[in-house]
């Protein structure tokens, strides 16, 4: 997948997802990984419990992956 590639997927799933924090599930969708990947290797993305409720955050999802 080239850059140009990658950033349109971003621009069309900061479209589709307009919130700043997501689920698990939208999470995944945003970053493009499958479950698994995710539960093996995003263990130390950073999250927060909202009432028992994990949510992730958008712009710390970026930074994390700018960082990795």
Sequence with gaps: MTEIE???LRKLFKEYYPHEW????QTIAYIGIANNTFDSKFSDLPFHDVNGTIRY???EIDAFMKQH
Excluded: P, R, Y
């Design 6 to 8: 990658v950033k349109e």
């Design 22 to 25: 997501m689920n698990k599930k």
């Design 57 to 59: 955050s958008k712009s």
